[in-house]
């Protein structure tokens, strides 16, 4: 929603914005739901029992499904500004060429390159994930917790200790690494000493329940390297028994002091970090665990196992070796899948890497050219540029775009990088009998055989590109930038972007990336970043918390309008905010139908005196406006300004507010009910002034609006302004934001009307105080402050007495103008206000006429009565104050209801009656409506 509001902020002031609707289908957890669907688990299963024809057909059907839902839900009833017709979608041969445009550039650039490491895997997906991905699926999970001792050998007594949350990699365990600089003893344990971190004695003591120890030989972490102990599943995985030159101490700076015993367990083929200190000291890169997850026969009694089932083994048998010092379980972060939630595994594998590291200086040069809001985040998104790893963009997938790598079957050395479909068809000598669009995926893009002068048969690489790139190329690939180039030119780089706070890592940073490749430029210049959605208790949305909101019902339960009107005005862009429904629905009533009102007020009395625009032009009526004409002609400008201003530094929810605060204090609480008398008045036109100047503020306002609430906003527009105007645009969103007119903002009158509210404000709360209400006219009030004040507010003591329903409105710089007994006072901010304790007999003559005028007035709306018609109505009470005030000010009563005759006598046949209480009088009212005809 925040980023639909900035680009129609962006369109109707004539900003250069591409409003490009998409679909990133690929992207989504489409196989694993098809997986589920068709009931396979594995690529095995797929290929044996479904076959990846159907697979991949199962997979656009479903993608068929989520656009019709995300063009309805997520697009057309959210009000989003999208171009459908021409949207991308990720899956089409035109996009898929774009991903591999991209890698063949950084195929050209040298960047692109087959590697052996250590990477995260998902077991469910069967595939490695970036670390961008990674960093998107933290969750919290229970992890085994266990101390184990592995022995020194020729040290009778002497072990290593060391603490995981991963028994399973201890399988493939190769060495124990210490800070070179940190001091280690021998915690004496009875009969047993063991190797800790000094600086770790006392807590691993603690957790190990020990009450009698003591430290002895210390040394430094640099004089342990090279002591050597014995591998703890030793007989359990034979293979290790071939590793003469490993479990051996080494020393490394990555090993920490904070946690653990600050000994860690190398397991060369499970860790980056360890990997690396494999390779620095010659260890095997052991890793026995397949991409499912399960350890492969190599992993002697562990065969078979998954990795979690294996733990819960390797604890059972180093408890039974007397190897187990301590097992318990932890709560902890821990990377999971962002596709289907399973949590991730590390090993190393063979990958293809773009060297995004060789670009660093690079991508921070080119995102210093980007405006970031709010700029709290820059560092955020500097720093991940900064550490930024090579990038790993191959998948052990079906469903995808194919990576475009080929390799020679006669001379594996060779590779060819194929960039576009038609040099895939040029180098073709088979193509199966296809379309394009099925032609760039498995298992049809395999049926292609290619062959060249110096190689007779090539093979691709098995795999399906990383989803961010093709996410990544949307900057080029969306406008089909190399064949629509004078487009492409015009757009590149696009003004403005917007997402959550996490795509500094996501898309932010993959379409930087992409386009740092090709263009060594960033694709825009402006970022939004938004913050995450909670709950209304703080809490993160989520299946298992039963606390999630969905599109569909969100838009039916709220409306759309109420929750973008919501949504944008309650928290500042990249703040997460904590979603309320029941603050969604007070949107709905004690906003948007307030601003249905100003409009309904204005149309219905519009109407019923043929107002039009064009005759009642504003400038004719330039020498007869009030004070509070010229009040509210400058506030809208003022409005305007202050609007603008903020959307230009994106601070969207204050300039959302700047609007509710305009319609709901200034326009429909001070403005109408200052004008109200004035338009029902029907001597003399200055009821037109009214309307010339209500007309000139409610079609700028509608045009600031409609942003932020476009379908109230396109209904205001077509029943109000179009019905006035019936030449003006056809819709609210085709038009500008009306240019500031700077001649009528008025900052002194403004700051005045300020004080003399602040005073009204006042005058409501004494008036609280004495339990009088705001409908009782009172005789008097006094206001005291300074000289400065009181000059401010002289030329406004008109506009107070109306607001506050006092005769008379007096002001003085001494409080000892309120110092007589019968008057009561309330001081703030500078400001004394005083009041009558008591209301006189005239003035509650006149309360009680305007009692009977507002009940009249509701049952006139609950008889569904046009403000035009005319009504009788019969008063019967036992009240003598109620007949007395219907005799003296019958003529007040009449002419406010529209009555041509007023009775004081019991309800005519065919009337509706309604009896009421006023205070403690009973009242029964008769309305009964007349012919549409005017009175004679």
């Known amino acids: 929603m925040y980023k639909d509001f900035v680009l129609r902020y962006h369109k109707v002031l004539g900003y250069d914005v591409w409003a490009q609707g998409g679909w990133d289908e690929q992207g989504l957890p489409v196989e694993v739901e098809v997986e589920k669907k068709l009931g396979v688990k594995t690529k095995r299963d797929i290929s044996e029992k479904v076959g990846l024809e159907r697979f991949v057909g199962e997979c656009n059907k479903l993608v068929d499904y989520y656009l019709t839902y995300w063009k309805l839900y997520a697009t057309e009833l959210l009000g989003l500004w999208l171009d459908l017709d021409n949207a991308y979608e990720t899956r089409r041969s035109r996009y898929v060429e774009y991903v591999w445009y991209i890698i063949k550039r950084a195929w050209e650039k040298g960047l692109l390159y087959e590697g052996y490491r250590v990477l995260p895997f998902c077991p469910r997906c069967e595939t490695a994930l970036s670390d961008a991905e990674v960093d998107m699926g933290y969750e919290e999970k229970e992890s085994p917790s266990v101390y184990v001792k592995f022995k020194i050998k020729g040290k009778d007594g002497e072990y290593l200790l060391i603490w995981t949350t991963t028994p399973w990699t201890l399988v493939d365990n190769e060495a124990v690494a210490v800070h070179p600089d940190a001091e280690y003893c021998l915690l004496d344990i009875r009969s047993e000493k063991l190797y800790v971190a000094k600086a770790l004695a006392d807590k691993v003591a603690r957790e190990l329940g020990l009450d009698n120890w003591s430290c002895s030989d210390t040394r430094k972490g640099v004089e342990l390297r090279g002591l050597a102990y014995e591998h703890p599943l030793l007989e359990e995985v034979p293979l290790h028994a071939e590793h003469a030159s490993s479990h051996i101490v080494l020393d490394a700076e990555f090993v920490s002091l904070e946690e653990g015993t600050g000994l860690v367990h190398i397991a060369p083929g499970h860790g980056p970090e360890d990997f690396e200190l494999g390779v620095k000291y010659g260890l095997p890169i052991t890793s026995t665990v397949n991409s499912s997850g399960v350890f492969e026969d190599r992993a002697g009694v562990f065969s078979g196992l998954t990795v979690d089932r294996a733990s819960r083994l390797v604890i059972e048998v180093l408890e039974k070796k007397n190897l187990l010092v301590k097992s318990g379980k932890v709560v902890h972060r821990y990377p999971h899948c962002w596709r289907c939630g399973t949590p991730l595994v590390y090993r190393a594998d063979r990958q293809w890497f773009i060297a995004m590291s060789h670009l660093r ?405 004494l008036r609280n105080k004495l339990g009088i209400k705001i409908r009782w006219p009172m005789r008097e009030a006094i206001i005291v402050s300074n000289d400065k004040v009181l000059r401010s507010i002289e030329p406004l003591r008109d506009v107070i007495s109306r607001l506050s329903n006092v005769k008379t409105v007096k002001t003085a710089v001494d409080a000892l103008a309120c110092s007589e007994s019968d008057f009561e006072s309330i001081h703030e901010e500078g400001i004394t206000v005083c009041l009558p304790r008591s209301v006189d007999k005239d003035l509650y003559m006149e309360a009680l006429a305007r009692e009977l005028v507002r009940r009249i007035q509701v049952m006139r709306k609950e008889m569904g009565l046009d403000v035009s018609e005319f009504i009788d109505v019969t008063i019967d009470s036992d009240s003598e104050d109620i007949l007395a005030a219907l005799s003296s000010l019958g003529d007040y009563i009449s002419r406010e209801v529209r009555a041509v005759k007023l009775a004081r006598e019991p309800p005519e046949e065919g009337s509706y009656v309604k009896t009421w209480d006023i205070e403690g009088f009973v009242v029964k009212i008769g309305v009964k409506k007349l012919p549409l005809r005017q009175p004679s």
């Open 361 to 765: 200086e690079k991508l921070l040069e080119a995102l210093s050219s980007v405006e970031i809001y709010p700029k709290v985040h820059r560092s955020r998104f500097e720093s991940w540029l900064a550490n930024v790893k090579d990038w790993t963009i191959s998948r052990s997938r079906i469903w995808g775009t194919p990576l475009p790598i080929w390799r020679c079957s006669e001379d594996p050395s060779k590779i060819l990088v194929i960039g576009s479909i038609e040099e895939l068809k040029s180098r073709a000598s088979v193509l199966p009998e296809v379309d394009d669009d099925r032609l760039v995926h498995r298992p049809w893009i395999d049926m292609v055989e290619l062959k060249t002068q110096d190689c007779s048969k090539w093979v691709r690489e098995p795999f399906v590109v990383d989803v961010w790139i093709d996410s990544g190329v949307a900057w080029i690939a969306s406008v089909d930038g190399l064949r629509n180039k004078d487009l492409f030119d015009k757009l590149y780089p696009y003004t403005f972007i917007t997402e959550a706070v996490d795509q500094t890592r996501g898309w932010f940073y993959s379409l930087l990336a992409t386009s740092v490749i090709d263009k060594g430029v960033a694709p825009y210049k402006q970022i939004l970043i938004q913050g995450h959605v909670l709950d209304k208790f703080g809490r993160k949305m989520s299946k298992h918390l039963g606390n999630v909101v969905y599109a569909e019902e969100a838009v039916k339960r709220f409306g759309v309008d109420p929750m973008r009107l919501y949504l944008l005005s309650r928290y500042p862009p990249g703040e997460s905010f904590m979603f309320d429904p029941d603050e969604v629905r007070k949107v709905s009533t004690s906003i948007l139908n307030i601003l249905w009102n100003v409009f309904r007020f204005a149309a219905m009395y519009m109407d019923l005196d043929k107002f039009s625009p064009k005759k009642h032009d504003l400038t004719s009526y330039s020498s007869k406006l009030s004070v509070e004409d010229e009040w509210i002609l400058s506030r809208i400008n003022t409005t305007t300004k202050e609007f603008v201003e903020l959307m230009s530094k994106y601070e969207i929810h204050k300039a959302v507010q700047v609007l509710i605060d305009f319609t709901v204090e200034d326009l429909s609480r001070t403005y109408l009910k200052l004008v109200r008398p004035r338009v029902w008045s029907e001597v003399g036109d200055d009821r037109f002034a009214v309307y010339a100047t209500l007309y000139y503020v409610l079609k700028r306002l509608v045009k600031l609006l409609s942003p932020a609430v476009p379908h109230i906003a396109e209904a205001l527009w077509i029943r109000f302004i179009k019905y006035f105007e019936p030449e003006e645009s056809e819709s609210v969103h085709l038009t500008k934001i009306e240019e500031v007119d700077e001649a009528r903002i008025r900052p002194e009158l403004e700051e005045s009307f300020k004080t003399a509210l602040k005073a009204v404000e006042l005058l409501a709360s």
